[in-house]
DNA sequence: TCTGGGGTCCTAGGACCC
DNA sequence: TCTGGGGTCCTAGGACCC
């Protein structure tokens, strides 16, 4: 089979770079985006040690990593690790104009790319590679190398910002690769390079294996991608079952099939907040009826505007203790009314426990349609029937 | 002063259907 | 009454990712 010349491409520290590109002055100091923006618009810019409540880290500046911490962060505990390190909150409409910029740039170079989020893509680079065989290097490899610089050039031209690329055989080396070498770097990995570059790795490091699955791993004495390539088969079956304890497997021996997707309908939307401080489900019953309703007018906007009307309306909370717990129920028709959201919502809040402070509130619509198609025929009768409603908690 | 907000995918049991 | 197999939908939770 021919090979395939598949990028990853990461924006370097993205949001932090935008914010660079309004306030250049700040270029160089330890900076992190995170938190809520303070209700008076005074001063935008403060440092860490000033910052109390709750949040975390989204994005960290290499100046600011350097001191320890890292997205994901709690904003309290980087105030301790960096307490002079500059804090912006975050813009996330600033973000996403520079995400359709840099985006539109490779895809004027590179047209088949995948969207992963704000601010990366998977790109294939196999027909560019091909039709350059007559004008370009000898070697493949060379001349997708050639491609990759040009997209970052393209997206350096197009936004001010920096990007690093991967490029391998696939998607997953190619997300492994383009992290080997940032900020601005370019790794260009074929099938033969694989020992010496990607085994030395933590396992952790293939995505898709988390905090917990390398825990485990660790646990039955794998560490490394290339421990995981040699382990046997069987036993990491018998330790993840059989669909993920293969995955594994075949991941570290850097194999992986999946194509680059272009366009992918939308599964769910979803609105969620977490209070300033918890709440009380009765003493706040007002408030926190108010915020329910917002949620689910949100979740209803978002629908209008996007097109889609969905079934199955979720509940999520959080409780003090950060035990999240989920209710959902599926209509017997589809909607993006705020009021059936809310009155469905409301009696997912019925089958909940209340007996804690709740620190997180969320309301999700799923099994999207859109409205005016016709809807995937069900033969099923049992969503119809619908129980009674109870009094309504958080009346609203 | 731990732990944001938006997603996807998987698992597993029970209901229900053929 | 003692017994199938396969399939889909619904629900709850959890891992993981950006």
């Known amino acids: 089979m021919a090979p395939h010349f598949i990028a990853h491409l990461d924006m370097d520290a993205f949001y932090a ?16 985006i995170g938190g809520r923006r303070r209700a008076t618009e005074g001063t935008v810019v403060r440092t860490l040690r000033e910052y109390s409540g709750r949040g975390v880290i989204t994005t960290a500046t290499y100046e600011a990593r350097a001191l320890g911490v890292h997205s994901g962060m709690g904003l309290m505990k980087a105030a301790k690790l960096a307490p002079d390190a500059l804090l912006l909150p975050a813009d996330f409409d600033e973000y996403r104009r520079y995400s359709r910029m840099f985006k539109d740039a490779v895809r004027a170079v590179a047209p088949h790319i995948e969207d992963r989020g704000i601010d ?7 027909s560019l590679v091909q039709s350059s065989a007559a004008e370009g290097a000898p070697d493949p ?5 050639v491609v990759a610089t040009d997209i970052q050039r393209a997206v350096r031209e197009a936004t001010g910002l920096s990007c690093s690329i991967g490029v391998t055989p696939n998607k997953l080396l190619s997300k492994i690769a383009s992290e080997l070498d ?12 694989i020992p010496a570059r990607v085994w030395p790795l933590p396992a952790r490091k293939v995505n898709g294996i988390g905090p917990k699955a390398s825990a485990r791993l660790e646990s039955i004495g794998i560490r490394t991608v290339g421990e995981l390539a040699k382990a046997d088969r069987a036993l990491l079956v018998g330790h993840f079952g059989k669909s993920y304890g ?3 497997h075949e991941a570290a021996n850097g194999r992986d099939e999946r194509a680059v997707i272009t366009w992918s309908e939308p599964k769910s ?11 009380h489900p009765v003493r706040d019953r007002e408030q926190l009826s108010r915020i329910f309703t917002d949620l689910c007018v949100r979740v209803a906007d978002d629908l209008e505007r996007k097109g889609y009307e969905g079934k199955t309306i979720g509940l999520k909370l959080r409780y003090d203790n950060f035990k999240t717990v989920t209710r959902d129920r599926t209509l017997a028709q589809p909607t993006r009314d705020a009021r059936t959201i809310r009155r469905a919502a409301g009696e997912c809040l019925k089958r909940v426990p209340l007996d804690r402070r709740i ?14 198609a016709q809807a995937p025929r069900d033969a099923s009768s049992r969503a119809a029937h619908t129980p009674m409603l109870f009094e309504d908690r958080w009346k609203s």
């Open 120 to 126: 990366e893509i998977y790109i294939d680079l196999t």
């Open 359 to 372: 620190r997180l509130l969320g309301v999700r619509i799923g099994t999207l349609s859109k409205p005016g």
């Open 17 to 32: 770079s935008v914010e660079l590109l309004r306030y250049p002055q700040l270029r160089g100091r330890p900076m992190v």
């Open 269 to 279: 939307i979803s609105r969620e907040t977490t209070f300033e401080d918890d709440l």
């Open 246 to 248: 293969a995955w594994m």
């Open 182 to 193: 940032k900020p601005g770097g370019l790794t260009v990995l074929s099938e033969a390079d």
């Open 141 to 145: 490899w060379a001349r997708a190398r």
